[in-house]
């Protein structure tokens, strides 16, 4: 039995956060996560985009996060060194009759506590952003809005959370929890037990809280699919451009990436499979469709890249939900939800985080950590360094001289780094969402055979251990030679045998 003060279920953005700002206290803490590595669910397949704030019912607690998340995410980015940028997003009305919507949405940013909102004319929407469509009337503008790389937030949490003493279990899927004395908690055949169980589980949130409660949630899957576009076309637009939200989202959006790329998506289709990723001919015709709308010249023949991701919709009591569900359970003392974070989940995060210790630290109260590491430093980034930071760096360690990944130009020594972090990387996409190794043009097409050697060398493993993904997902299943001499010997095998049933039926021994 490993014994902790708190354990958090699930790695992704929200549980990371937690996991950082409980760590600001005394206190032991593991993370379990079920996937091989962080970010794995509806952390990694998003949109990347920091919400202004004006979507959210007010009043609600999804309002409130939003809203501080966002105030949170200059300070947090430079603290962790993480990529973010507020680019301004536009909110675009295609009809006339739909213009007091586009003043409700205002005012209702307005109650939240969104500042700056301000409703533009096609005009001065396009000198903003030439690019957009001609066919709109008007447009909200939020200068408030932001784009980040979901990745390298998620992974500078968990990273941060990881040097000021949480212990992450990776390959730990929870299969019980159980109450007595707190809870005891089996994962992956261990068991764990603590006092406070935190469930951040995404799509599966709902699983771990009916394993406790008798109020039972329900989390459907709505997969949004999305294309990646090439850098050729990054700077289409400079805002994150969305159309007037429907019942189903916020539509399908238009966004810079903060690596130069540009986002198309996601559409919104409730399903019930909570691993179903794969993407459809269909989805990623509309995305393109609809995109097309909101901008003008875009070209679905640069999509480098497609992808699919799962937002955790959720239902209580028979009921779609429109906000969070985050708190103690009422018939599970010491039992904290973090459900139902579907958008604007990502911009949340932090102050989801915040908000979650607050609680913790009022009912179970513990001594300031005097030597909590607020500043993490991330992986030097070649691509973006100065030749001065260049010369340095290779100075020091002549591998950052070796290119491994020609499209993003990511070197050896920048992979090396990443697999020997805190919570390292393990995998290729471990790889490729710390250093962005694969994420080119290519698409990892020349890459990926480098750096599964690294990778092995560096975890001291042979190649066909190294997965894609983690579980069923090797990218080798062994040595060409081994199974030329298998080969070899069966046939000699096979010939032998021949042979003696010849010798037996000319009355020969055999």
């Known amino acids: ?253 238009v966004t810079p990436t903060v690596h130069g790329n540009l986002l198309v998506g996601p559409t919104a289709e409730d399903i019930l499979d909570k691993e179903g990723v794969d993407t459809t001919a269909e989805g990623l015709s509309k995305v393109i469709e609809l995109g097309g709308r909101s901008v003008n010249g875009l070209d679905g023949r640069l999509t480098i890249t497609s992808f699919a991701g799962l937002r955790a919709h959720l239902e209580l009591h028979g009921e779609e939900k429109q906000d969070f569900i985050i708190g103690e359970a009422e018939d599970a003392e010491g039992f904290f939800d973090v459900a139902g974070i579907e958008s604007p989940g990502l911009t949340c995060a932090p102050a989801i985080g915040e908000y979650v210790a607050a609680m913790v630290n009022e009912k179970y109260p513990a001594p300031d950590k005097k030597d909590f590491i607020a500043v993490r430093k991330g992986i030097p980034n070649m691509a973006e360094a100065t030749d001065e930071e260049r010369h340095r760096l290779i100075a020091a360690n002549p591998a950052y001289a070796n290119v491994i990944c020609r499209c993003e130009m990511v070197t050896e020594g920048e992979i090396v780094e990443a697999i020997h972090r805190p919570v390292g990387a393990t995998t290729l996409d471990g790889v490729k969402r710390r250093t962005r190794a694969g994420m080119g043009r290519c698409q990892s097409g020349f890459c990926s055979p480098k750096t599964l050697e690294i990778l092995a060398r560096e975890l001291g493993v042979d190649q066909s251990k190294i997965t894609k993904a983690g579980g069923n997902s090797a990218i080798l299943t062994g040595y060409t030679k081994d199974v030329v001499e298998s080969a070899a010997q069966d046939n000699a095998s096979m010939a032998g045998n021949a042979g003696k049933q010849a010798d037996v039926g000319k009355g020969g021994r055999a």
Request: charged share 25%; glycine share 10%; hydrophobic share 40%.
């Open 1 to 253: 039995m490993k014994k902790y003060d708190v354990i958090i279920i699930g790695a992704g953005v929200s549980g990371c956060a937690i996991a950082r700002w409980l760590a600001k206290k005394e206190r032991t803490i593991a993370v379990l996560e079920k996937a091989s590595d962080v970010c794995e669910g509806s952390s990694k397949a998003n949109s990347g985009i920091v919400h202004a704030g004006h979507d959210a019912r007010t009043g609600t607690l999804k309002a409130r996060l939003n809203v501080r998340g966002n105030e949170m995410m200059d300070a947090l980015s430079k603290e962790l060194d993480f990529p973010f940028r507020r680019n301004g997003s536009l909110v675009l009305c295609f009809e006339e009759i739909s213009r007091p919507k586009l003043e409700e949405l205002k005012e209702r940013g307005e109650k939240n506590g969104v500042k700056g909102l301000e409703i533009l004319s096609p005009e001065q929407v396009r000198e903003l952003d030439p690019a957009i469509s001609d066919d709109i009337v008007a447009a909200l503008y939020a200068p408030s809005g932001g784009i980040v790389c979901p990745f390298g937030m998620n992974i500078a949490l968990a990273e941060n959370a990881a040097v000021n003493g949480v212990e992450f279990y990776l390959n730990h899927m929870v299969t019980e929890v159980k109450k007595c004395d707190g809870y005891i908690i089996t994962a992956a055949g261990e068991k764990f037990s603590a006092p406070v169980v935190i469930n951040a589980a995404g799509v599966y949130a709902d699983a771990i809280h009916n394993m406790v409660s008798g109020q039972k949630i329900k989390i459907t899957p709505r997969r949004g699919e999305y294309c990646l576009m090439d850098k050729n076309c990054g700077n289409l637009v400079h805002s994150t451009v969305f159309q007037l939200p429907s019942e189903l989202g916020k539509g399908i959006l």
